[in-house]
């Protein structure tokens, strides 16, 4: 199924997939660097990230150990049919072995998504996420 016929949900979880959970880095670079406005804002609980920390953030956590996805769940959703963007709010459950102990533990996570369609393809402009253990 090609991008453009894609719902945003499927979307927004290809690039959740892309960025976080399979496994080859360089997928997950080529990601962000075509997926993520340069201009992105990432909240992680309390915590403002641009695009570089947003990036360094995730070579670290790829660095550091493997993350799994358990599950993921929509709650809600609003797209715009005509420029392909929107929100998604996903609640997802996932995994992080870490590759120096081997520690594994399984995380909650609200995930909002908003994405736009710049330059003629969906482009994430900001995600917010509450994440417990």
Not at 22 to 48: G, L, R
Not at 102 to 123: F, M, N, Q
């Amino acid at each position: 199924m090609s991008i453009q016929q894609q719902s945003l949900t499927e979307w927004v979880e290809r690039l959740n997939d892309d960025i976080f959970y399979q496994p080859k880095d360089e997928v997950a670079f080529k990601t962000i660097e075509e997926d993520v406005d340069p201009n992105v804002i990432v909240k992680i609980n309390h915590n403002t990230y641009d695009f570089a920390k947003f990036k360094g953030g995730v070579e670290f956590v790829r660095s550091t150990g493997v993350m799994s996805l358990d599950k993921s769940e929509e709650l809600i959703r609003w797209e715009d049919e005509e420029k392909k963007g929107g929100s998604v709010a996903l609640m997802t459950r996932f995994t992080f072995k870490e590759n120096a102990t081997g520690k594994v533990s399984s995380k909650d996570s609200l995930v909002i998504s908003t994405v736009k369609w710049i330059d003629g393809k969906r482009k994430l402009v900001e995600l917010t996420e509450v994440e417990s253990e």
